[in-house]
């Protein structure tokens, strides 16, 4: 990857901020990358277990407040939300480029969506899509998970992200419901994803 020094090190090209509390961490050293499935297995790319399970993937919400949670969380809720994006050729275009935002393409601890840097459509998109998979996600259930005792969890923290939009929307301070962080994250100025 361009600009990473390799390995578990930081990536130089992107500097993220550290969460204070990570979500996920597997127990057992078979769930140690993904509870979802087991094709996961493979994208350690070599990085020690323990590190891996210590990386987190941001979503960054409008107003700067951030949803930080573990490489398979953070790519499963993304894989919920590309499903529920509408089925036009706009929204095809979003979900193809939001699925190559997971950690499973990027690479560990380097996923992340700021919702600021979208074009406005996009960003509304996506911020519609987020209820509608959250209740795709209920209705599905932990079916198709590898390890099944992780979905109430994630569950909760899928729900958690669609109370932090809420909160964002109504124009609530970031403070009043950022829990994985210790305040917002600057804005970059850059311009991501399609439309632009």
């Known amino acids: 990857m361009e600009g990473c020094n390799?390995?578990?090190?930081?990536?130089?090209?992107?500097k993220?901020?550290?969460?204070?509390?990570?979500?996920?961490?597997?127990?057992?050293?078979?769930?140690?990358?993904?509870?979802?499935?087991?094709?996961?297995?493979?994208?350690d790319r070599g990085m020690p277990q323990e590190e891996?399970?210590?990386?987190?993937?941001?979503?960054?919400?409008?107003?700067?407040?951030?949803?930080?949670?573990?490489?398979?969380?953070?790519?499963?809720?993304?894989?919920?939300?590309?499903d529920a994006l509408?089925?036009?050729?706009?929204?095809?275009?979003?979900?193809?480029w939001l699925l190559e935002q997971r950690c499973r393409v990027q690479?560990?601890?380097?996923?992340?969506?700021?919702?600021?840097?979208?074009?406005?459509?996009?960003?509304?998109?996506?911020v519609e899509a987020i209820p509608r998979a959250l209740e795709m996600a209920r209705k599905k259930g932990p079916r198709d998970w590898h390890d099944p005792s992780f979905?109430?969890?994630?569950?909760?923290?899928?729900?958690?992200?669609?109370?932090?939009i809420e909160s964002a929307e109504r124009g609530d301070p970031p403070e009043a419901l950022n829990p994985d962080m210790r305040g917002p994250i600057p804005p970059t100025g850059e311009r991501r994803g399609p439309g632009w």
Do not use: H
């Open 86 to 96: 509408p089925n036009d050729g706009a929204g095809q275009l979003l979900a193809e």
């Open 151 to 164: 979905f109430p969890q994630w569950l909760s923290a899928f729900e958690l992200l669609v109370q932090m």
């Open 52 to 82: 891996y399970r210590l990386m987190s993937a941001f979503f960054v919400l409008t107003d700067g407040r951030a949803w930080s949670k573990a490489n398979w969380a953070y790519d499963a809720v993304l894989d919920a939300i590309a």
């Open 16 to 43: 993220r901020p550290r969460p204070i509390n990570p979500f996920g961490l597997a127990t057992k050293e078979e769930d140690a990358v993904s509870p979802m499935n087991s094709e996961c297995a493979s994208l």
């Open 107 to 126: 690479g560990p601890g380097v996923g992340t969506v700021d919702l600021r840097e979208l074009t406005d459509e996009n960003r509304r998109r996506i």
């Open 6 to 14: 390799g390995g578990a090190k930081k990536c130089a090209a992107r």
